[in-house]
């Protein structure tokens, strides 16, 4: 879906870049929205033309798996070449993001200080572990990750992650990043007509982009959002009061939380389950059904399981667990989720899988509908994976 | 320049490279550099010429209807030429080093050079 005339939607945390600053952050988008259009396009006929031959005449039978693909295609010069050109594409799309928070850096946490009306909250815990599979590697290779401090109070990471994604998803997850927070909401209106929870948690919230949607929704609710990293909170926290919207942010764990059993209606995330671990997820997965009312549903957006994909598709969408920094993307892509739901509890007659359309969905011709790496927004849907209490 | 600390340039991680000579992925990396950079001059260009066309000082279409004279559009050619040169140098000095210059008389490789420079009797 061509977004090209779309802007992100300013808020009072955004950092408002110089002429040349937005001209570089407008290059990265375009480059990447090129790589999509005219490179992307060309792996798989390099792949029907001349590796799939190669690999059924080498053989002696068509490929079925992605790991029948990955040797002979990753030799192949054009899949070489949009490979490089991508990461580039990353590397070149945090440094423009940077730009604009590092030069105002002490302007912008000023500004994340000043609430007017708090209508919110933000619990910090400076006690709190920061997860080993979260430093390992800096996540989708943002230098410094989530949690790297430069100042006290530092907001960095967060304004960056902000700005980042909307270049990522080049526009096609909406002014506000929302896409995902809204497509679970209107699946959730189509297959649970009158659903009014009270009570809502986002796990692994970043900026609060997935969040704000469900306060839209349902403002009568209490909204939580909780996320690991600091200066992600504090940021989160900030932009929803510029929003006016009143989410109450606490730095915790999801594997581990300090609330009650049996208190949530509804517990969600969006593209969190990758960016944790073997370990980590099964304790996830595990407090969604301790702190789900009986009745409630968690649902976790991601991007689709292997499973019954073709082998290129699924070999294409593994590139960002070696190449993107997220190394828990593969194994996470390749999970039995009706186990992991029923080792936690949940009935397995009350688990799913499903796709729900992407709610700024809008050419569906247009689009590829295809998860691929470096098209984060591009699919036209998203894969949600959940289960009632 | 601020006074702010500078945020983390590379991200934490091993970096893949994807051609079998990894200096094409860093030169890539580098062309894509250039390509931002000159992509950034020009929206700016963009942004001179529209303040300019608003303020009646000229507009794209004195752009599109200048009309160089001779001199000027040889002196572009001119610029032209060298900046090209500036580029391709290392193609042509390859040959240059080839061809050798008529003044010399020896050949020699840089081996050839510094044994003889190392050499005591000479």
């Known amino acids: 879906m061509d977004m090209t005339g779309l802007e992100q939607g300013a808020h009072g945390m955004l950092p408002e870049p110089t002429h040349d600053e937005l001209a570089r952050q407008q290059f990265a988008r375009s480059f990447k929205e090129h790589i999509v259009a005219k490179i992307h396009p060309g792996v798989r006929v390099a792949y029907d033309k001349r590796v799939q031959p190669e690999i059924t005449k080498t053989t002696g039978k068509a490929p079925v798996l992605r790991t029948d693909v990955e040797p002979f295609m990753t030799k192949d010069p054009h899949y070489q070449m949009w490979s490089s050109l991508l990461r580039t594409s990353q590397e070149i799309m945090w440094s423009a993001a940077q730009k604009p928070v590092e030069r105002d850096l002490d302007g912008l946490i000023e500004c994340s200080k000043k609430n007017t009306s708090a209508k919110g909250s933000l619990t910090l815990d400076p006690t709190l572990d920061f997860p080993r599979y979260l430093t390992a590697v800096d996540i989708h290779c943002q230098p410094g990750g989530y949690h790297t401090e430069v100042m006290s109070d530092d907001v960095a990471p967060g304004a960056v992650y902000d700005r980042a994604v909307f270049i990522y998803a080049m526009g096609q997850m909406g002014p506000d990043n929302s896409d995902i927070g809204r497509s679970i909401i209107e699946w959730l209106e189509e297959k649970r007509p009158g659903f009014e929870p009270a009570k809502i948690l986002d796990m692994g919230c970043a900026v609060g982009h997935s969040t704000v949607p469900y306060t839209e929704r349902w403002p009568q609710a209490e909204m939580q959002a909780i996320d690991v990293a600091s200066p992600m909170v504090r940021y989160a926290h900030a932009r929803a009061e510029s929003m006016g919207k009143t989410i109450h942010y606490s730095q915790q764990n999801a594997e581990g939380t300090n609330f009650e059993d049996n208190s949530f209606d509804l517990i969600v995330s969006h593209i969190l389950l990758h960016e944790t671990s073997q370990k980590a997820i099964k304790n996830i997965i595990a407090e969604c059904h301790r702190l789900l009312k009986p009745g409630g549903i968690m649902v976790h957006a991601e991007t689709p399981p292997y499973a019954g994909m073709d082998a290129f598709d699924a070999f294409m969408l593994d590139w960002d667990t070696i190449n993107n920094n997220e190394p828990f993307w593969r194994r996470s892509h390749e999970l039995d989720l009706k186990k992991l739901a029923t080792d936690s509890g949940f009935d397995p007659e009350k688990e799913f899988e499903e796709m729900a359309s992407s709610a700024f969905q809008v050419a569906k011709a247009k689009r590829s509908n295809k998860f691929q790496g470096g098209d984060f927004g591009g699919g036209g849907f998203w894969f949600l994976y959940g289960a009632e209490k | ?122």
């Open chain 2, 1 to 122: 320049m601020s006074d702010n600390p500078s945020l983390p340039r590379k991200a934490k991680g091993e970096r893949p490279f994807f051609f079998d000579d990894p200096d094409v992925d860093k030169l890539l990396a580098m062309l894509m550099g250039l390509a931002g950079e000159v992509s950034v001059m020009r929206d700016r260009m963009d942004t001179i010429e529209h303040i300019a066309a608003e303020r009646g000082l000229f507009n794209a279409t004195d752009i599109e209807s200048f009309e160089p004279n001779a001199e000027v559009m040889q002196q572009r050619a001119d610029r032209r030429q060298e900046m090209l040169g500036e580029i391709t140098r290392i193609v042509y000095s390859e040959i240059e080093g080839l061809e050798g210059r008529p003044e010399d008389k020896h050949e020699s490789s840089y081996a050839e050079a510094m044994s003889l420079v190392e050499q005591d009797s000479k």
